[in-house]
Structure formats: C-alpha cells, structure tokens
C-alpha cells in the first residue's frame, strides 16, 4: 500500500517558484502534525515546515517567508508553495509525520539553477 505519494518537484532558476503536493494514506495524515524535509546533497535529511491538523504552521529559519505550507483535510493533501527559491533549496523534498514515521515515500526533487 503506497502511503506517501510526492510530486510537483522540478528544474527552476533562482528566483522562481515550485508548489509541491503530497498525498498521504489516513493512516498517515489524519489528526497528525504533517511536515516537509528535504535532503540536500552531502546533507542529512532536515525538517522544513510542519502544519499541525488545525493549521498552525512552522517553518526553518532558512525558508521563513519564503515558504507557505497548507493542507487539505479532506483530501488527505499537503502542500509546500516555494517561492523566492535559492540555489541552496536544491535537494529531495519528502513529506512525513511530525516526528516522522519509520517509512518514507520517493520523494521529489527540486533543483534551483544559479
């Protein structure tokens, strides 16, 4: 069973703006906290922005402002509009649990051209 679906990643320049989705199994999203990470190269994976089930969000300092997090309840959606996007945004975007849980879908990857 798929539980955590990414998509909307691509190639931008500096500059630009992506929306990323993630479609998320009940089991997952449902009255959970859900959040965006991201693995940059030579990095560890890091947390990003989380929203909690009644749409209280947080972000990274490095994506403050930059980034809006948002979530259909319904649909079982998470959402990461980016905007403004930097060379170093460059990386793997995953959406999971906050904490994550142990299993992690494929990802998808975002690439910002100086």
């Known amino acids: 069973q798929v539980q955590l679906v990414e998509s909307g990643g691509g190639l931008v320049q500096a500059g630009g703006s992506l929306g990323l989705s993630c479609a998320a199994a009940?089991?997952?999203?449902?009255?959970?906290?859900m959040g965006w990470y991201r693995q940059t190269p030579g990095k560890q994976r890091e947390w990003v922005a989380s929203i909690t089930s009644g749409g209280n969000t947080n972000y990274a300092d490095s994506v403050k402002g930059r980034f809006t997090i948002s979530r259909d309840n319904a649909k079982n959606v998470v959402h990461l509009q980016m905007n403004s996007l930097k060379p170093e945004d460059t990386g793997v975007y995953y959406c999971?649990?906050?904490?994550?849980?142990?299993?992690w879908g494929q990802g998808t990857q975002v690439t910002v051209s100086s």
């Open positions: 999971n649990k906050v904490p994550p849980g142990s299993f």
């Open positions: 009940g089991s997952i999203f449902r009255f959970n906290t």
